[in-house]
Each structure stands twice: as structure tokens, then as C-alpha cells.
């Protein structure tokens, strides 16, 4: 498979560290050695999920590896252009309406060295998008000191091999696909901090959100304040108006934040609002930016979910964690997470691998369907039409 950079790239490819970043990296992959045993014995972290081995042949990976290489010139952004498919129902069915597959660590190439649970690979982000149905990523975010930018991939030395190492790649991959298929439903980024909390928070910030609008003008997003509008919070825009329709959002982008720590609150200011910010940010009932929620066992937060859902809320569950569920093709969490009706259900397993029964497809998908509290008359085919998605 070819490497995923959109034709619109003018990034160059640069595969090696900082000696700072190497040196974090390192102390990353001796915490991490204390609990190989239990890594390899199969049992999963918060951080890793495994998978069976897929085989990497044929991908392009880049990787910590000896050959360096410049930083490259930051992208430049592309305008939107709103597709001009006829939905029937794009007036009256609404973002949280879809049930959509998602992967987790999206960017994720099984690594050279024999550790069981992460020995799986994803296709680059178009083919996700393009063969297997995915419509919302997981990109985990590492700061890289030397090229002052952001970069993508799981644990630094262990497990860093990624079919998009710089964060503008992952972006302009999935923006090249976008603007081929303008049709689409939103598409949702999460992206998880992969690094401390600190006295950088702001400068890391507005890293982000640059090197987000570095490909995507502004009307490409779907923002915070898309939401709110007029309310005093976000939880309240949710509750007064919901979210826009699928026509508002045919074709544009979400983001949102996996933390709880630090990090999230400073982009929150304080756990107070994320007024003027582009990505949305994992909340808990009780917070005033309440919009979107992560709850990843469809099993043991059935209740939560249930009651995000009635909120109007998006939730993201996993319809896998642990490389046991995949051998033995244990699908109980699987088909809890799809009956949850939460619209994002995570999988390291998009589509077939050799020797392993276990994928995820949502049913009736086109490639998504509509979630149970979608209004009367809704079809897959009015989320997402495959007739629909050509320019």
C-alpha cells in the first residue's frame, strides 16, 4: 500500500526525534518494559489495545529510525467547498442521529519486535476511510522539541512505527479524501495528548489548533461554538438546540480531545468553557462543556450511555479492548457497543484479517446507519449514500 499524504502535501518527511524527544521517549519505553510481562501475557492497558497479528506487508511506515531528514514547510490550508449532494433528510436529521465505525489508534503499523499486544496494523487513513468504512480516527499526539510541531504514534521506541508520522500528514490525508468525496458525513478526530501537563500548555495549544487550520479553513470544522451558539454553555446549546444537521455538517470535520488531566484544562480554561476553541473536549455529566463523552466499556457504563444518549450527547465506546477478545472471538462487548447506541464505536479490526474471525461492521451500514434515537424515516442511505460522495 502506498504511503496515505494527500497530493496537497508540501510536507517534507522527517522520521527521527530530537535527542529531547529521544530521551522522553526512552523513559517512556522503561516504564513501559516493567509491565511487558503482563503486556505480552495479553492483558490490556488504558493506553494499548492489541490486536492478532494482521501483517504489515506493503504498508509504509515511518519510524524512530537513523535516517532523519528536514522539517518541512508547514501545509497550506484549502478552502471548503460544501458539497452540493441532495440529502432528503439533511434538514431534519442531526449529527448525533449516525452510528459510525471508528478505529482506535488509527495511524497504528504492528512493530518489528514480538509484542503480542500490539501486533496488529491499520491501512493509512484514506484507505479507512475509502475501503473499510472508518469515519472517525484516533491520532495520539507526541510534541516534538526540534521541528516545534506535533507528531503521531503510540509509545516512542516500543510501538512508534505509524502510517502518518507528522500531524499535518494524518490531517492533509484525510482532507484529500474529503475533498474527493464531498458527500460524506462528518468525520470525527480524536486526538489524545501523549504528553505531560505542564507550563507549556498554552504554546501547546495553540500548536494544535495552528497546525489544524494550517489544512482546514475554519469552515471546514465543526466547531464548540457551532453548538452553543447563543447559550450561556455548551451543555445548554446542546439541551436548547442540538447539534446541527447533517446537512450543516455534510462533509466538514470534529474534533475532540481525549484527556482528563491538565491538559484539558487549560484548553477548557479551567474546566470552564471552550468558547473560541476548535475541538471539543471529553466532559462528564456535570461539566459546562458538556457535549461530548468517552465511555469505552458499552458494558459496564450501559447506564451512562443510556443517559449521555438521552442528553443529546456523542459517545464514543470500544467494541474491543483486549487482544483475547479478537482469539477468541468473543463478540459480547462488540455487539453491546453497537445495541448502546453511542455513535462511535472504536475497533482495532475495520475490516477481515487473515486467520481471525473477529471484524467490526456496522450493520445495514453505508458504511454507518442511524442511531436508535433517530427520527422516523431515517435510512443508512440518508447518513451516508455511496452514490452520493463523488464530486
Known amino acids: 500500500m502506498p504511503n496515505d ?18 530521551a522522553l521517549a ?35 511506515a515511518t519510524d524512530a529510525g537513523d535516517a532523519g531528514g528536514a522539517c518541512g514547510e508547514k501545509p497550506k490550508p484549502l478552502a471548503f467547498v ?17 452510528q459510525a465505525k471508528a478505529t482506535h489508534n488509527s495511524y497504528h503499523v504492528q512493530p518489528t519486535s514480538d509484542l503480542v499486544d500490539w501486533a496488529y496494523s491499520h491501512a493509512p487513513l484514506a484507505e479507512q476511510l ?41 490531517l492533509l490525508a484525510l482532507r484529500g479524501w474529503s475533498s474527493a468525496h464531498p458527500g460524506h458525513h462528518p468525520v ?15 504554546a501547546r495549544i495553540a500548536a494544535m489548533e495552528g497546525e489544524i487550520l494550517s489544512v482546514f479553513e475554519r469552515p471546514w470544522l ?29 462533509g466538514r470535520f470534529l474534533f475532540y480531545l481525549n484527556d482528563t488531566g491538565g491538559f484539558r484544562d487549560s484548553y477548557t480554561r479551567g474546566k470552564k468553557n471552550l468558547d473560541g476553541r476548535l475541538v471539543f473536549a471529553e466532559s462528564s455529566f456535570d461539566d459546562p462543556f458538556a457535549a461530548l463523552m468517552i465511555l469505552n466499556d458499552p458494558i459496564a457504563s450501559a447506564a451512562d450511555i443510556k443517559k449521555a444518549l438521552a442528553a ?13 477478545t479478537a482469539r477468541a472471538n468473543n463478540t ?33 451500514g453505508t458504511p454507518s446507519r442511524c442511531s436508535p434515537g433517530a427520527p422516523p424515516g431515517c435510512t443508512p442511505e440518508a447518513i451516508e449514500d455511496p452514490a452520493k460522495l463523488a464530486k
Not at 190 to 200: M, V
Not at 318 to 324: E, F, K, L
Not at 348 to 354: E, I, M, R
Open 5 to 22: 499524504l494527500s497530493p496537497h502535501t508540501t510536507l517534507g518527511r522527517r522520521d527521527r526525534p530530537s535527542l529531547r524527544a529521544r
Open 26 to 60: 526512552a523513559l517512556v519505553s522503561l516504564v513501559s518494559l516493567v509491565s511487558l510481562a503482563t503486556l505480552v501475557g495479553g492483558a490490556s492497558s488504558a493506553c494499548s489495545t492489541s490486536a492478532p497479528a494482521g501483517g504489515d506487508a506493503g504498508l509504509t
Open 82 to 98: 460544501k458539497s452540493t449532494a441532495s440529502y432528503p433528510l439533511d434538514a431534519t436529521l442531526r449529527m448525533n442521529h449516525l
Open 130 to 170: 475509502d475501503k473499510q468504512g472508518v469515519r472517525s480516527f484516533e491520532l495520539d499526539l507526541h510534541w516534538d522539541d526540534e521541528c516545534q510541531r506535533y507528531e503521531v504514534f503510540h509509545i516512542g521506541l516500543l510501538d512508534d512505527r505509524t502510517t502518518c508520522r507528522v500531524f499535518t500528514d494524518c
Open 188 to 202: 470525527f478526530i480524536h486526538l489524545e495528548p501523549k504528553f505531560a501537563s505542564s507550563a507549556a500548555n498554552d
Open 222 to 250: 465543526v466547531t464548540p461554538d457551532d453548538v452553543r451558539g447563543a447559550s450561556p454553555t455548551l451543555a445548554a446549546g446542546v439541551a436548547a438546540r442540538g447539534w446541527p444537521t447533517l446537512g450543516e455538517a455534510r
Open 312 to 324: 443529546g450527547y456523542i459517545v464514543r465506546t470500544r467494541a474491543d479492548s483486549s487482544p483475547a
Open 332 to 364: 459480547a462487548q462488540r455487539e453491546a457497543a453497537l445495541a448502546s447506541g453511542a455513535q462511535l464505536v472504536s475497533t482495532d479490526f475495520p475490516a477481515p484479517v487473515a486467520g481471525l474471525s473477529y471484524s467490526v461492521v456496522i450493520p445495514g
